[in-house]
Nanobody, 121 residues
Framework: QVRLMESGGGSVQAGGSLRLSCAVS????????MGWFRRYPGQEREGVAVIANDGLPYYIDSVKGRFIISRDTAANILYLQLNSLKPEDTAMYYC???????????????WGQGTQVTVSS
């Protein structure tokens, strides 16, 4: 059973940075497809970034050039570096593990509990 635990969320001003972490147990980041999603209040989760088991990343257009997905295979941790944050990035962020290179929520079987990111203008 894969377990995921996010950390690193918080409150920052626009233009600031945060680094989200996702500790993985019961599986390895080097063999799983890992993704970051976010959910705005009252909405469905939106895929933000995914990293394939070979390390290839993919981002949605709104975060390209600002967010970086990466992993530490030795520590078994997935990261999402959030730079140049905007108020519209305010959301609950979730990491997820699955078996497909996709930003579709239904392709992921395992989810963390989420970590809140709040960006003030």
């Amino acid at each position: 059973q894969v377990r995921l635990m996010e950390s690193g969320g918080g409150s920052v001003q626009a233009g600031g940075s945060l680094r989200l972490s996702c500790a993985v147990s019961g599986g390895t980041v080097s063999t799983l497809f890992m993704g970051w999603f976010r959910r705005y209040p009252g909405q469905e989760r939106e895929g933000v970034a995914v990293i394939a088991n070979d390390g290839l990343p993919y981002y949605i257009d709104s975060v390209k050039g600002r967010f970086i997905i990466s992993r530490d295979t030795a520590a078994n941790i997935l990261y999402l570096q959030l730079n140049s944050l905007k108020p519209e990035d305010t959301a609950m962020y979730y990491c997820a593990a699955g078996s497909a290179y996709s930003l579709r929520e239904d392709r992921y079987s395992y989810w963390g509990q989420g970590t809140q990111v709040t960006v003030s203008s």
